[in-house]
């Protein structure tokens, strides 16, 4: 056989080798099949657009999908709520009409939270102000954010808080007396606080306290009413000014016997104007055989004292208030 023929047979039989290699790759490997099997889905298919996130904005949180199975089919399985009813009573301005000024005189008045669906009645504490300040006083040294706090965590009972206003003419230019902001407060703002507003009426369920010019007020006032109130707090009262005659003066009043029935708190400052004549009112019921707790807090007759001390002061006017009578009558 020739040299050129025996190449040619060489040739076409490479050729035919390529082919049938390429051929068989292809039936293995076809030019349009996905690198991935194709998914089947199992119910209907739902499109998802992806969200547009902006280079400068932070990813919205996913989306969480809660377990396919109903909570029934875990007997063990309770439900916690995390929510809570909260806890808040309402503050209103209102006014009295006043025989002793013959005018309608402004107050606060704070209200427990539930009181419009409540039939209980509530113990009643009066707070007066300093001066000059006004009836906002309390208010502004967050008396009822405190007092809603303790509510909301069980340590303070549910009640009300009276805040009046005293005008120039009465709260400091007269002493006590029927003519007085006495006067005011017993004949006028009292009775009208019991006939507007569902409260406990009793002695038990009344308290009286004061800031500097509305604590020698709150120490007259029940000094001279024993009766009415069960208990009286004087926070840095302004005794060493006081220029009220025997009949109207603390330091007398103090004698009467009926004084001893009262809960008496006093504190001042120690760096406070008002410290002295404080200390030396608790010593002098402490002569007459009547109980008082007098305490010192730091710092002076301003208003970081007083707001720093409110939760001491309303623990003190609502011991006793935790069992206030439950139904109207």
Same mark, same amino acid.
């Given at each position: 056989?020739?040299?050129?023929?025996?190449?040619?047979?060489?040739?076409?039989?490479?050729?035919?080798?390529?082919?049938?290699?390429?051929?068989?790759?292809?039936?293995?490997?076809?030019?349009?099949?996905?690198?991935?099997?194709?998914?089947?889905?199992?119910?209907?298919?739902?499109?998802?657009?992806?969200?547009?996130?902006?280079?400068?904005?932070?990813?919205?949180?996913?989306?969480?999908?809660?377990?396919?199975?109903?909570?029934?089919?875990?007997?063990?399985?309770?439900?916690?709520?995390?929510?809570?009813?909260?806890?808040?009573?309402?503050?209103?301005?209102?006014?009295?009409?006043?025989?002793?000024?013959?005018?309608?005189?402004?107050?606060?008045?704070?209200?427990?939270?539930?009181?419009?669906?409540?039939?209980?009645?509530?113990?009643?504490?009066?707070?007066?102000?300093?001066?000059?300040? #006004? @009836?906002?006083?309390?208010?502004?040294?967050?008396? /009822?954010?405190? =007092?809603?706090? *303790?509510?909301?965590?069980?340590? %303070?009972?549910?009640?009300?808080?009276?805040?009046?206003?005293?005008?120039?003419?009465?709260?400091?230019?007269?002493?006590?007396?029927?003519?007085?902001?006495?006067?005011?407060?017993?004949?006028?703002?009292?009775?009208?606080?019991?006939?507007?507003?569902?409260?406990?009426?009793?002695?038990?369920?009344?308290?009286?306290?004061?800031?500097?010019?509305?604590?020698?007020?709150?120490?007259?006032?029940?000094?001279?009413?024993?009766?009415?109130?069960?208990?009286?707090?004087?926070?840095?009262?302004?005794?060493?000014?006081?220029?009220?005659?025997?009949?109207?003066?603390?330091?007398?009043?103090?004698?009467?016997?009926?004084?001893?029935?009262?809960?008496?708190?006093?504190?001042?400052?120690?760096?406070?104007?008002?410290?002295?004549?404080?200390?030396?009112?608790? #010593? @002098?019921?402490?002569?007459?055989?009547?109980?008082? /707790?007098?305490? =010192?807090?730091? *710092?002076?007759?301003?208003?970081? %004292?007083?707001?720093?001390?409110?939760?001491?002061?309303?623990?003190?006017?609502?011991?006793?208030?935790?069992?206030?009578?439950?139904?109207?009558?």
């Amino acid at each position: 056989m020739r040299r050129g023929t025996i190449g040619w047979l060489l040739r076409g039989l490479a050729v035919i080798a390529v082919t049938v290699i390429i051929a068989l790759w292809v039936l293995v490997h076809p030019l349009h099949e996905p690198s991935h099997p194709a998914f089947t889905p199992t119910g209907t298919a739902t499109a998802t657009v992806a969200p547009t996130v902006r280079p400068t904005q932070t990813p919205p949180p996913p989306t969480l999908t809660p377990p396919a199975s109903p909570i029934e089919e875990h007997p063990a399985a309770t439900i916690t709520s995390t929510a809570s009813v909260e806890l808040v009573g309402r503050v209103e301005e209102q006014v009295y009409f006043s025989l002793t000024t013959g005018a309608e005189e402004p107050y606060r008045i704070y209200l427990p939270p539930g009181y419009d669906e409540a039939t209980r009645r509530y113990p009643v504490l009066y707070l007066l102000h300093g001066w000059p300040y #006004e @009836a906002a006083h309390w208010g502004a040294l967050g008396v /009822e954010e405190t =007092v809603n706090a *303790g509510i909301q965590s069980g340590a %303070l009972p549910l009640c009300i808080i009276v805040q009046p206003q005293g005008s120039e003419r009465m709260y400091v230019n007269t002493s006590g007396g029927d003519q007085s902001f006495e006067g005011q407060i017993i004949n006028d703002l009292i009775p009208h606080v019991d006939a507007t507003y569902r409260t406990w009426t009793e002695r038990e369920g009344r308290a009286i306290g004061g800031i500097s010019r509305g604590g020698v007020w709150s120490l007259e006032i029940s000094f001279s009413h024993p009766d009415v109130f069960a208990a009286v707090g004087a926070h840095s009262p302004a005794l060493s000014v006081n220029m009220a005659p025997p009949a109207h003066d603390p330091f007398y009043l103090l004698e009467e016997p009926e004084v001893a029935a009262l809960r008496i708190y006093l504190d001042a400052g120690d760096a406070d104007w008002s410290r002295e004549y404080t200390q030396k009112l608790h #010593e @002098a019921l402490a002569a007459h055989n009547v109980a008082s /707790e007098f305490v =010192v807090h730091p *710092g002076g007759h301003a208003t970081g %004292l007083w707001s720093a001390n409110v939760n001491e002061y309303l623990d003190f006017y609502t011991a006793g208030w935790h069992q206030s009578p439950q139904t109207e009558n």
